[in-house]
């Protein structure tokens, strides 16, 4: 499975951004998918996931209503919509996916991404 995020800049308190991450590999349909966040210095946290049907979905608490996550099954492609976007969510955004159809286990996410930058501007 090899996964491409694209989407991530540069914008400003309230802005939105979508961020989306291309997947390649028979089974993406068939996988959870997940976004998690990266600040240097400091560990990777869990942002999101999207079971494999895009039925169920799971959010980190400091998401607050603020972001949506989706897929498209039929373009392989999961999205991370970020709205409200404040300066403590500048970091680097990863996706990942996990050979389960739903799991909010993090130790599951095996695949990931090269990561894209979202810096968000006070």
């Known amino acids: 499975v090899q996964l491409v995020e694209t989407g991530g800049g540069l914008v400003q308190i309230g802005d939105s951004l979508r961020l989306s991450c291309a997947a390649s590999?028979?089974?993406?349909?068939?996988?959870?998918m997940g976004w998690f966040r990266q600040v240097p210095g400091k560990e990777r946290e869990f942002v999101a996931s999207?079971?494999?049907?895009?039925?169920?979905?799971y959010y980190a608490d400091f998401v607050s209503g603020r972001f949506t996550v989706s897929r498209d099954n039929a373009k392989y492609t999961v999205f991370l919509q970020m709205d409200s976007l404040k300066p403590e969510d500048t970091a680097v955004y990863y996706c990942?996916?996990?050979?389960?159809?739903?799991?909010?286990?993090?130790?599951?996410?095996?695949?990931w991404g090269q990561g894209t930058q979202v810096t968000v501007s006070s």
């Open positions: 990942s996916t996990a050979p389960l159809a739903f799991t909010t286990d993090e130790r599951m996410f095996i695949y």
């Open positions: 590999g028979r089974d993406f349909s068939a996988y959870t």
């Open positions: 999207i079971s494999a049907s895009g039925g169920r979905t």
